[in-house]
Structure formats: C-alpha cells, structure tokens
C-alpha cells in the first residue's frame, strides 16, 4: 500500500459509488418514466422491479458492510486506547503481532486478566476464541453494534 496523503486519502468502494448507486439513480428514474407511459405491460414492470430491489438490496448491504469496517475500526482504538492506560506506551509493536480475533476477544477482560491474556496471546499465539474461554471475570460489552 502506498503511503497516505492529501490526494490519495479518499476512499471509494467501486461497486457502490460507481456501479450500485448509479444504476439505481438510473432504474428509478426510467421505471417512473415507464410506468407512467407504459402500464399495461404489468410483467415487464414487475421484473423490473424485482431487479430494481436485488440492486437496491446489494446497495443496503454495502452499507452494512460499512458499519461493521467501523465496529472494527473502534474496537482497534479501544485496544490502544487500553493498552496506552494500562502500560503507559504506545501498542503499535503490539497490534502488528495480534490477529484482529484476538484483539477484539481482549476487550471483555477486565484490566488484570488482560495483561495476563495478552501476553499469553503473544506467547502462546491462543485464539480469540480461546482468550474468550480463557476470561475469569466477564466485562460486558453492551454497546455493541
């Protein structure tokens, strides 16, 4: 990946921005206009339709696809946010040997056992699924999306 700046820092996803979103503008406008100068072609209009809303789906899905980049997203910073309090230094050479698994699985320990686990998830290279076994005393994540 080549390194940020001010002219590269925007980021598409293509198929959204170029292909879903443009072909659904399209579709609406021409069904609007068919319906109202063609209604008697009742079937044509109802495939019509049904791929109108499969595009449609695609597109809410994509967004979807968006909110759970963000969940992960902060869920990242809350880890080095954490780390930061807890050790009183920076956790970039920590989440460069932590799988993103193991990182959100930390979030539910409480401040003992996650220096306990997180050093065991560096040695031991455990899973996040094994730190979450591995918890004692459960930290409750309510907030979740």
């Known amino acids: 990946m080549s390194e940020q700046n001010y002219k590269n820092h925007k980021k598409f996803y293509p198929p959204h921005?170029?292909?879903?979103?443009?072909?659904?503008?399209?579709?609406?406008i021409v069904?609007?206009?068919?319906?109202?100068?063609?209604?008697?072609n009742q079937l044509t209009?109802?495939?019509f339709s049904i791929v109108f809303f499969l595009l449609f789906y695609l597109a809410f899905m994509t967004r979807q696809h968006y909110a759970l980049g963000l969940q992960n997203r902060m869920v990242m910073l809350e880890f080095k946010q954490r780390y930061f309090e807890i050790f009183g230094k920076r956790s970039d050479e920590m989440t460069d040997q932590l799988k993103f698994s193991q990182i959100a699985a930390l979030r539910f320990a409480?401040?003992?056992?996650?220096k306990e686990l997180l050093n065991r998830a560096l040695q031991e290279n455990i899973s996040g699924d094994e730190?979450?076994?591995?918890?004692?005393n459960w930290r409750a994540d309510?907030?979740?999306?």
């Not at 069904?31 to 008697?40: A, H, L, Q, S, T």
Request: hydrophobic fraction near 45%; avoid cysteine.
């Open 142 to 145: 309510h907030q979740r999306v």
């Open 131 to 136: 730190i979450k076994r591995s918890i004692k």
């Open 17 to 28: 921005h170029f292909i879903y979103l443009p072909i659904l503008i399209v579709l609406e």
């Open 45 to 47: 209009w109802i495939l």
């Open 110 to 114: 409480y401040d003992d056992e996650f």
């Open 31 to 40: 069904g609007m206009y068919k319906i109202w100068d063609n209604p008697e």
